[in-house]
């Protein structure tokens, strides 16, 4: 079974302070990993994903995650806040086989305070 | 490319009322998934199309149903609509079996 828990249902940061946004997941299989976006009244954009590999991967709008096995986590990280990063983030996991649907956290809503 | 795309974006209904939905994959995608976003129970998976078949199902009553068609294109329908059913609904496609999933804007229904 999968199961993603994100620490935090609200997240507020200072603009240019760190972003750090964590995800825990549970998978009984090797998973694929991902972190979404969500702006209001919108879908949900992709913001970077694990795959196999290089464990530290790098996304879109500066946003980067680290998965690491031994702690089950892949948590997301931005060095520095913009204004236009407040949004809902959502942490995902799909098993790499069998029915690879995708299982979500709860999100965390990200604000930046100017 | 153009992303996905769903219509209609806005649904009002009543209570007992069905409903469809429909979804157009990026060109050249053959899987369809389809997910149900509300405030109280997050994002869950209703079901996944390709190649016009059922390829997979989450855990939903049988009100809620779907389709995909020769073009990739996909519908849902939920019969005898009830409150609960208000969500945003979220449609998204990948390419066979790629592990990334490329959502939609969504229908956001509202059930009266």
């Known amino acids: 079974a999968q199961s993603v828990t994100q620490l935090g249902s609200h997240v507020s940061v200072s603009e240019g302070a760190l972003v750090l946004l964590r995800c825990n997941y549970s998978?009984?299989?090797?998973?694929?990993l991902f972190w979404y976006v969500q702006y209001p009244n919108q879908g949900l954009q992709l913001l970077l994903k694990?795959?196999?590999?290089?464990?530290l991967v790098k996304g879109i709008n500066g946003f980067e995650a680290e998965f690491k096995k031994s702690e089950t986590s892949f948590h997301l990280t931005k060095p520095s806040a913009h204004m236009s990063d407040a949004a809902e983030y959502f942490c995902?996991?799909?098993?790499?086989?069998?029915?690879?649907?995708?299982?979500f956290g709860t999100g965390t809503r990200l604000t930046v305070i100017p | 490319k153009a992303g996905v795309t769903q219509t209609p974006r806005y649904l009002i209904k009543t209570r007992g009322q069905q409903v469809t939905l429909s979804c157009s994959p990026i060109?050249?995608?053959?899987?369809v998934s389809w997910y149900q976003q509300t405030p109280g129970q997050g994002l869950q998976f209703l079901f996944e199309?390709?190649?016009?078949?059922?390829?997979n199902k989450g855990n939903f009553p049988g009100r809620f149903s779907g389709r995909q068609f020769s073009n990739s294109r996909s519908e849902m329908n939920v019969s005898t609509l009830e409150l609960g059913d208000s969500a945003l609904y979220l449609c998204?496609?990948?390419?066979?079996?790629?592990?990334?999933?490329?959502f939609g804007p969504g229908t956001r229904l509202l059930v009266l």
């Open positions: 694990y795959t196999t590999g290089a464990t």
């Open positions: 998204a496609s990948r390419a066979g079996t790629e592990e990334t999933q490329y």
């Open positions: 199309y390709f190649s016009e078949t059922q390829r």
């Open positions: 995902a996991v799909s098993p790499q086989t069998g029915a690879n649907n995708l299982f």
């Open positions: 060109s050249g995608h053959r899987s």
């Open positions: 998978s009984s299989v090797p998973p694929y």
